[in-house]
């Protein structure tokens, strides 16, 4: 039986890698330890038995000789689930400044490519008992079909574990170079115009041929809805370095809700429009020029209901949003955004927020990785900065009994972008994760900080209008 060659489309994360833009995507849990503890070899032990029900996880890439087709996924006959589990701790207590410099370095690290691509991290040493799982999986595995984020892999609705048959994984032979090169040109022969893609794909433009793909191909990646025009030039369009600054900031879900009833438009526009007013206060801080029609394009991915399955999610609808950062009035900023999105999403059904925190394979962590799928390959011309927000349960999750008490995304930078935010729902609260290029926005923090302000700002004005 021939290995499983990858898609077109997660072929392309793998070509379009480089080492100021690893694709992997990532996710911050920060948890409370049960009764009985929680250690180094009880997560290694949950892993090892949860990676059962999704087999990829213990596979890796192999390239066919010569580029004839795109590789293939196959058995990592040497598969140490300790590798990719590992420990670091942070001096005690541990702050939230040590938690978001750890892992900013973490995310820096591109994944071996020679081995199952992703990693997970127990972090001891936070304050209060608490302790953090930091996870990192590649773009290249993460579908949403066939393979889910490895974060959702971790978590039960129930401080009991859910029950996992025992399994006695054992790896399937690797081919041969031989045999990769007789598939490959089977293939070509059944299907001439894949082998083109493959063998343009690493020529002197294979770069452009890969963003090709990643914009072309799958039905989880949807089209750009824009009029073609450039981004405005901002100090967020960077050439990046190799590192990485990461920051969080976290708010209260019904606060926002109270804020979405008053206005009659949705939790994402309040969203955005927090997001607009924090880069507001952050340029402003920075010196810089800020006038009335001052704005920051953002991508946003939105799930929109697929014609064939509305529960399932559709595919991801890649939207460009100028946040209007030069307007004084937050209740304004609020009705150009709300504005904006209801344009952007005529036509297109979006799938509610509940929905989508039910459906079991479109977790948070799943879901974030597939808004980022969406971005690559767009002209770094056209946006200023990538904006994911997802709803998550609004129930406890646990780990091994663990409660996880907050969670951020980590959302990889794009080409040209030097910042990425990515915001999750959950049991009540909203939790913003900021990823930066580490010498173009070493201020990140100041960014984060205003996100409180920006939502009072936006607060108030349903106090106002109530009358108080």
């Not at 089977?186 to 433009?205: L, Y």
């Amino acid at each position: 039986m021939s290995p499983p060659r990858l898609s077109a489309v997660d072929a392309s994360f793998l070509y379009l890698e480089q080492a100021r833009t690893p694709m992997h995507v990532g996710a911050v849990g920060i948890f409370r330890a049960p009764a009985g503890g929680f250690d180094y070899e009880r997560l290694v032990e949950m892993v090892e038995r949860r990676l059962v029900a999704v087999p990829r996880y213990r596979q890796k890439v192999r390239h066919v000789p010569g580029e004839l087709a795109r590789p293939v996924w196959v058995d990592d006959a040497d598969f140490d689930v300790a590798f990719h589990v590992r420990r670091s701790a942070l001096p005690r207590p541990g702050t939230s400044a040590q938690l978001t410099e750890l892992v900013a370095r973490l995310m820096s690290r591109p994944l071996d490519p020679d081995r199952p691509l992703w990693e997970v991290y127990l972090v001891e040493g936070l304050a209060d008992g608490r302790f953090a799982i930091i996870t990192k999986t590649h773009q290249a595995m993460v579908d949403g079909v066939t393979t889910i984020d490895i974060g959702q892999l971790l978590l039960d609705p129930s401080v009991h574990p859910r029950e996992v048959p025992d399994e006695l994984w054992m790896p399937r032979p690797e081919p041969t170079d031989a045999r990769l090169v007789v598939d490959a040109v089977a293939e070509a022969i059944a299907r001439p115009g894949q082998v083109i893609d493959s063998v343009r794909a690493t020529a002197n433009g294979a770069l452009s041929e890969a963003a090709r793909l990643a914009r072309g191909l799958g039905t989880l990646v949807g089209t750009v809805v824009t009029g073609g025009r450039l981004a405005p030039g901002s100090p967020l369009n960077v050439e990046l370095s190799t590192q990485r600054r990461f920051a969080v900031a976290r708010g209260e879900l019904d606060a926002y809700r109270e804020v979405r009833t008053a206005h009659g438009c949705t939790v994402n526009d309040v969203v955005l429009t927090v997001v607009t007013g924090s880069l507001r206060a952050w340029l402003l801080s920075r010196g810089e020029p800020v006038t009335s029609t001052s704005r920051v394009r953002a991508l946003v991915p939105l799930w929109v209901h697929g014609p064939d399955s509305p529960e399932a999610g559709g595919r991801v609808l890649s939207t460009l949003v100028d946040l209007p950062v030069g307007e004084q009035s937050p209740a304004l900023r609020l009705q150009h955004v709300a504005h904006a999105m209801r344009e952007h999403t005529a036509g297109n059904r979006s799938v509610r927020a509940a929905t989508l925190a039910r459906i079991g394979g479109y977790a948070p962590p799943t879901l974030h990785a597939l808004g980022a799928r969406a971005v690559n390959g767009i002209s770094k011309r056209i946006f200023n900065l990538v904006v994911t927000n997802v709803p998550g349960p609004q129930v406890p999750l646990y780990a091994a009994g663990a409660r996880l008490l907050e969670t951020y995304p980590v959302v990889p930078l794009a080409d040209g972008q030097g910042l990425a935010v990515g915001i999750t729902s959950y049991d009540g609260g909203l939790y913003y994760g900021f990823t930066a290029d580490r010498d173009a926005l070493p201020d990140v923090d100041v960014l984060a900080a205003t996100v409180d302000e920006a939502f009072d700002e936006l607060r108030a004005t349903v106090r106002s209008e109530d009358g108080a």
